[in-house]
């Protein structure tokens, strides 16, 4: 069956392509090196994880620059659904002794006119102190540090997890080697995912990222915002009955109930 936006992104981007031919002076040797790189990058499976890092943050940032609330960024290969349901306040599934320091992470779940969301229902995942996820990393149950929750009546949360890691995306294919031909290293910053499922409205993906962390400003995937960065709070563990030290963090969220991209044709900046 025809689709008409196919033809129209296609010709697009044949114009594009050709602009960059005349531009880079991009002869056949190098054409058949990317026909080759992506022939690996797809034997590999990593064509997912490649767009995830290198191009859905533009598009995201070009879709919704021009929309109020709060702004979206990248889901990630990460991802799981049908996580367990926690309540809220509660906490995410972790092992008995799950390392690294605890976190609270609160917020508020507002329309973008201040209306508070009730029953919102946020599923949320991470990685752990070490920097990696459950069902993707050996010796973590499934489940760890995953689950879903709903905003209380006033649309407010309160959730008790762990202080996440940094990572490295995967460097051992052609993603990989993308990387080196750019000279760039592979580290995202720690951060917690949230999908925001509205009672009535449409989702939101986001993450959540912490200051002074060492990758803010060359995040691999490109995908902080800074709206999106909170403070991690130190406090005493006496406080809360805790052996250890925790942390707090806290950051409200608006969402949009009908969450439809604005484009604007006149000017894309790079």
Same mark, same amino acid.
């Given at each position: ?77 990460? =991802? ?134 060492? =990758? ?55």
């Amino acid at each position: 069956m025809k689709n008409q936006k196919v033809i129209d992104v296609y010709n697009g981007l044949v114009v594009k392509f050709k602009e960059l031919v005349c531009e880079y002076e991009i002869d056949h040797n190098d054409y058949q090196a990317l026909v080759d790189w992506m022939d690996q990058l797809g034997r590999a499976g990593e064509i997912p994880l490649f767009m995830d890092v290198f191009f859905e943050t533009h598009a995201l940032q070009e879709m919704y620059k021009s929309v109020k609330g709060t702004e979206p960024t990248i889901l990630g290969p990460y =991802y799981i659904e049908n996580t367990p349901v926690v309540q809220n306040p509660g906490m995410l599934p972790q092992r008995e002794n799950e390392p690294g320091d605890a976190l609270y992470f609160s917020g508020s779940v507002k329309d973008v006119n201040g209306n508070p969301l009730a029953n919102t229902k946020i599923d949320m995942w991470q990685a752990d102190a070490n920097g990696e996820y459950s069902y993707f990393a050996e010796g973590i149950p499934n489940d760890n540090l995953r689950g879903v929750f709903y905003t209380d009546a006033n649309g407010n949360f309160e959730i008790k997890t762990v202080v996440p890691g940094n990572y490295s995306i995967p460097t051992d294919g052609p993603s990989g080697q993308f990387l080196k031909w750019i000279d760039h290293h592979a580290f995202r910053p720690a951060h917690l995912h949230l999908l925001f499922q509205p009672e009535n409205g449409d989702r939101l993906v986001t993450q959540i990222y912490f200051e002074g962390d060492e =990758y803010l400003e060359n995040d691999v995937a490109q995908g902080v915002r800074g709206s999106l960065i909170t403070k991690l709070e130190k406090h005493s563990g006496a406080e809360k009955g805790l052996k250890n030290d925790y942390y707090t963090a806290h950051l409200d969220f608006e969402l949009r109930l009908q969450d439809k991209p604005v484009f604007n044709k006149a000017v894309v900046k790079n």
